[in-house]
Every structure is written in C-alpha cells, then in structure tokens.
C-alpha cells in the first residue's frame, strides 16, 4: 500500500513480470543506496507486477526504502499496459516516469536528471538512451548461448553497485538507440512526463495487445515527443541497461525474432495506420557525461556527422 506523505516529485513506475533476480537489480539502481543527490523524498518507486510462477518478494522490495512501493497485480493478458495505467492511478508525483521493462538497470544519476529537467521546460519528455549489457543486442547473443545465468555471474563481478557508471564499460546501444543520443531515439525503456501530459495521451494505449505489449512503448513515447508544447530531454550521460531475461524482442529461447517484429509492426499498423518512424525532433542535452561514455559519445558524434555530410 502506498503511504501518504509529502508528495514526491516523480513517481518512477517498473513493471515486473517473471524476472525476480533482474527486476531486484532494477530496484536496488532506482535506489538511495545508488542515486545520487537526490533525496527519498523528492522521488517514489513503485513496482507493479503481473502474477507468474517467479514472483518478488514484497518484504525485499520495501526494504530498498520508504519510498518504494509494490503492486501485484492478476492480469489475463501479455501486455504491460494495464498495470502501467494502474500503478500510474496510484502515483503521487506530478511527473511520471516509466520503465516498460523491469529488467532495465539504471545509472546513478538518472533520477537526478529527470528531476532537473523539469526546471528546464514546461511541458518534459525526458529520455534515457537505452543499452544491452554485454558484447551484443541480447536478440542475437541468445544465438550464440548467451544466458542470463552468465550475465548475473559477470554482472555481479563488475562491481556496478559500488559504481554503476562501469554499465557502460560493457555494453552496446539498444537497436531503438543505435544512431546514439545525437540523432531521434526510436523510444526509451525509461522515459518521463508530466502528469498532465500522461493524462492527456490516455496512458499507455491498452489496445496493444501482443507480447510485451509490441510497440507500445514506442507508440507512448512518440506521441509524448510530438505532443503539442513538449521539449524533448535527453540524459546523454545516464542510460537503461537490459538484462538478459527472455523478453519478447530480445532473447526469448526458441524465439522466431523476426515474426515476433513483424506481428507487432502489423499490430502497430492496424491501430496507427502506417509503419513507426521515430519522432524526428531534436532533443536537449542535459546532465554530466561521465568519462566511461565516452564511447557512445563519439558514435554519437560521428552518425550525426555522417548525416549533416550527406
């Protein structure tokens, strides 16, 4: 249950469904004990979850802070829609920040960036890049035998609770972000809003229906970009870590990837009309960039080259 008190700036919404030990590591980088310059008050947590046979536990999700909260939820269908909608019924903040997927790890100072861009406009769409941790896109190191039992295992070697900025020293950008952070992101697995706005969009569109809700999370994230009076913020220094996990685009055994894609274009089709395109607005750059993305930063640098040169 959600305990009133002063109310938070952003309420940060994790949907979990079958991944405990993934989803733990998710909490515990939304954290005190990892954020940075923020305090508990300025900021919830709340992990709503769709029952299956590997659930968290409650007792360990609260004991991450008096800001954190738990919602399970009972839902018939594959997609997150429905508890994203619920659990931002709940919140508190008067900004919403969702994490479709909670497998995504964060770094230290996303919280901080996201409360930071509200002072920067009025009406903030504020995005994460997104990465796969590893050496590959998780659709494809699943080729290859990568497993979540390995990556936990390596995982817990690099020492990113104690740093989480060392995410970056093994990682790659997700595909919806493989031009970088200087050029139209096609979504972020961690991307906030006003309420309002949230409001005013009807949430997450519960008519997607496929597998992990298909391209609902883009559909979310597009209109928000394109919303009228909406400035779109990028955090270049911070990013969203996947976890390997199984999820429905990104390594489920036995996968035929492609016709997973292609029953969520058409899905995305039927409801929109045409095929996504990635909102084509320049987004604010905000927030420290730490040296470790120094990789990402010249990608970045050298596709926006790329593009202005042809």
């Known amino acids: 249950m959600i305990r009133l008190s002063q109310r938070p700036r952003v309420s940060v919404i994790v949907v979990v469904y079958r991944m405990p030990a993934q989803a733990m590591n998710t909490l515990f980088s939304l954290s005190g004990a990892h954020q940075r310059d923020v305090r508990a008050a300025d900021y919830e947590v709340i992990a709503v979850e769709n029952a299956s046979d590997a659930m968290l536990d409650p007792a360990a999700v609260a004991n991450l802070g008096s800001n954190f909260h738990y919602l399970r939820r009972h839902e018939a269908g594959v997609s997150p829609s429905p508890a994203i909608n619920a659990a931002a019924a709940m919140a508190r903040g008067s900004h919403l920040a969702v994490m479709v997927d909670g497998a995504r790890v964060v770094t230290p100072g996303v919280v901080r960036g996201l409360l930071d861009a509200q002072r920067l406009a009025a009406v903030p769409v504020v995005a994460v890049p997104g990465y796969h941790l590893g050496d590959a896109l998780h659709s494809q190191a699943a080729a290859a035998g990568y497993t979540a039992e390995a990556e936990q295992a390596w995982l817990a070697d690099l020492g990113w609770r104690d740093d989480g ?146």
Do not use: I, W
């Not at 809003?193 to 008519?207: C, H, I, Y």
């Open 165 to 310: 900025y060392r995410l970056f020293t093994r990682a790659v950008l997700s595909a919806s972000c493989s031009n970088g952070f200087l050029m139209p992101m096609a979504e972020s697995n961690c991307v906030a809003v006003p309420r309002r706005l949230f409001t005013a969009l009807g949430g997450f569109d519960e008519a997607f229906t496929t597998p992990g809700g298909g391209y609902v999370n883009l559909d979310f994230y597009r209109r928000a970009v394109l919303s009228r009076g909406a400035r779109l913020v990028v955090l270049p220094g911070e990013g969203a870590f996947h976890q390997f996990h199984g999820g429905a685009t990104t390594g489920a055994p036995a996968t035929d990837h492609a016709a997973v894609v292609a029953e969520m274009q058409a899905e995305y089709r039927r409801l929109r009309g045409s095929d996504y395109t990635p909102p084509e607005v320049p987004g604010v750059q905000l927030g420290e960039v730490h040296q470790a993305v120094a990789p990402f930063m010249v990608h970045s640098a050298q596709v926006l080259r790329a593009k202005v040169s042809a």
